[in-house]
């Protein structure tokens, strides 16, 4: 397995990855099959993320190809808010529970603490018992519910927050 930082050059791969964890029987993103980004728009995505001193994305390879993806960016550029960053994170089923999550993680809070980073933040699905436990392990607390925020059809799902202050 290989972490590295997403370049404009990954738009197809990761868009393939994309519409591969949406088509997953287990929802673990708000995203709709028919809402996935296109290959240029992906590349945009990706041309801002690299110009940007505040936000990453990595992506983790196996035999070259993308099986997770993360992103962590500033959610402000207000001085006062400029320590506080959200991740995003998806790992495929079939490469799930082989540290894949905890070493993009890891990857993400070093490049954050690097930028001053000083508190991270994400929100997960309530039922994602396996992200959640990943989350705690790496330092991740509970800092609220958001009741019923995502809704696929008829279903409602809540969504946690949970944040890391770094050291």
Known sequence: ???????????????????GIVSEPVRTTPLDPDEVMTVEQ???LLEQFAASERAVMLVAEDGGEIVGDFTLRAI??????????SLGMSVRASHRRRGIGRA?????IEWA?????????????ADNAP?????????????????HFVRFGDTYVDDLVMARLLD
């Not at 397995?1 to 519409?19: C, E, G, Q």
């Open 42 to 44: 992906e590349k945009g």
């Open 1 to 19: 397995m290989n972490i590295r930082r997403a370049t404009p050059a990954d738009a197809a791969a990761l868009v393939a990855h994309i519409k």
């Open 76 to 85: 402000s550029p207000r001085r006062a808010l400029q320590h506080v960053a």
């Open 131 to 147: 992200a959640i436990a990943l989350y705690e392990a790496l330092g991740f607390v509970h800092e609220g519910r958001r009741r």
């Open 113 to 125: 603490r690097g930028i001053g980073i000083t508190r991270v933040e994400l929100y997960v699905f």
């Open 104 to 108: 993009l993680v890891e990857a993400g």
